[in-house]
Structure formats: C-alpha cells, structure tokens
C-alpha cells in the first residue's frame, strides 16, 4: 500500500478519540443483542464479532468525520454544497481520499465476514403443510413432486418463505439423479437461494429417508454475506479512484503586498501548507 496512503489512514485515527469513536457502537450492538455470554456454545465467536463490528464501526466513524471536515472547509471556500465538496476534496488529493475509500471497503468486508459468527442452519423431514423456522423465517412446504426426464429424474419442493406473517418470497429446492439406476449414477443439489442485504437463505433438498420416505430439507441462515461483495466493489472503486491524477489548479500571480489566504491543510489533503509571497 502506498505510504501516502498509509499516513493518511493513521492521521484519520490519530484525529479522533479512540474511546469517542468505539465507545457509542460497542454500546449500542450490545442494546441490539450481541451479547457473548448469551450464546452458549458460540461465545468465543460471538465475542470476536462484537470486537470486528466495534472496530469497524469506528473506523467508518474515523473515516466520515475526515471526510466532512475537509469538506466542510471546501464549502466555506467555494459555496458548494457538502457532496460537491466531498468531490472536490477527493479530486484534490486522490490518493488520499481514494485510499481513505479503500479502506473503508475493506472494513465493510469483515463486517460480512464477522457476519459468519452468526450464521443458523435447521434440517427437517417435510410434508405437505410442514413447518420449518429459522431466525426471523418461516417455510412452509406447499407440495413434494418428484419427476423424470430424459437426462435425469428429479425431487424438489415448494416452499413459501415469511418473515413474521408477512409472505416473502416461494423457493423450490431440487436433487437431480442423473443415469438413475445404472453404475454410473450421481447426483446434484440445486439450491435455492433467497438473498438480501441483511442475510442470504438458502434451502437444500437434502434427500429422503429411506426409512419413511419423507424428503429432508435444509436450511442456512447466513447473515451479511452480500457485504463482502460490497465491500469488494468498493474497494475497486477507491483503487480507481486513487489513480486518477490530482485536480491541478491554475497558478496566480501575486504582487508584493497582496494578501494570502490559505486554506487548513484537511481542505488540501495535506499534513503542512506554506503559502509564499515572492518579493519583486
């Protein structure tokens, strides 16, 4: 990484707090129910969750306030409002900024990976009017077919998902045997997958008990699995971002005696200014 970057990265924590900054989220994830000690056997997973969200969450407090405050600068000189500040703050010193933007991408990375510490998965022989729960979900099997085609026979289920009492979304997990009844039999799960920004679900037609008959499903929860990929994306972004060359402004010559004014170094993207007036 290159070392503007790096420095750049270190003033923005050096600018805040640490306790101001982790202090507020730590809290508040704690109000909204991540506790480790009420997870059983997931408390040492839980725990390093809650130190990833606390972390991050201070970063892109770090993160945002570097940003406003330059830009907040930016609009005092220019008149524009605080997002065409923020451009033109950014455009001023990409490398600055654009790694300031990478490293809030990969923040949002391991708030996805963190994610994993809380991921739920249920199994359970279904029926016709079945139902299974996980999390905030409910599915509820509507039919069990089982059919065959020329390249493969095939069972899968309708489920209609809901969350609370509110009808969400239908999914129809599959299990494909190709060549069915020769040597070369196999088989294939296709998975159906509901997907948001807050968790995927995924449901898997697992087979059928050969004792009863009656199919298994299963499901996982996954939470902030979509937030890796953002946080993917915006990496790439601040990448882009930090290779684009600086915004060069046009010089201006002064005369000896003219006054100077010279804008705090977060609107330059800079540790130390100095303005210089030739003699003539």
Request: proline share 6%.
């Amino acid at each position: 990484m290159p070392r503007t970057v790096q420095q750049g990265a270190w003033s923005c924590w050096r600018s805040s707090s640490p306790i101001v900054v982790v202090a507020p989220p730590l809290s508040g994830l704690i109000i909204a129910g991540v506790r480790p000690w009420n997870d059983g056997d997931d408390m040492e997973s839980t725990f390093f969750s809650l130190i990833a969200f606390t972390l991050a969450a201070g970063v892109i407090t770090a993160i945002v306030e570097e940003f406003t405050r330059g830009a907040s600068v930016v609009r005092t000189q220019t008149g524009k409002n605080l997002l065409s500040s923020m451009l033109l703050l950014t455009h001023r010193n990409t490398r600055r900024y654009g790694g300031y933007i990478i490293h809030f991408g990969i923040v949002v990375m391991f708030i996805g990976i963190a994610g994993g510490a809380f991921n739920r998965a249920a199994e359970m022989e279904m029926g016709y009017g079945d139902t299974l729960a996980i999390g905030p979900y409910r599915l509820v099997c509507q039919s069990i077919t089982q059919d065959s085609k020329p390249e493969y026979d095939t069972d899968y289920a309708v489920l209609n998902v809901y969350r609370g009492n509110s009808y969400v979304t239908q999914l129809a997990p599959e299990k494909r045997t190709y060549f069915a009844g020769t040597d070369h039999e196999q088989s294939s799960t296709i998975v159906a997958l509901h997907s948001r920004a807050d968790a995927d679900l995924y449901t898997v037609f697992e087979g059928r008990n050969p004792d009863s008959g009656r199919p298994i499903i299963k499901v996982f929860l996954n939470p902030l699995i979509a937030w890796i990929w953002i946080g993917v994306a915006i990496v790439v972004a601040g990448t882009f971002i930090a290779l684009v060359p600086n915004l060069v402004r046009t010089p201006v010559r002064l005369r000896q005696g003219d006054s100077v004014a010279v804008p705090p170094a977060a609107a330059l993207g800079a540790t130390h200014v100095v303005a210089r007036v030739p003699h003539a």
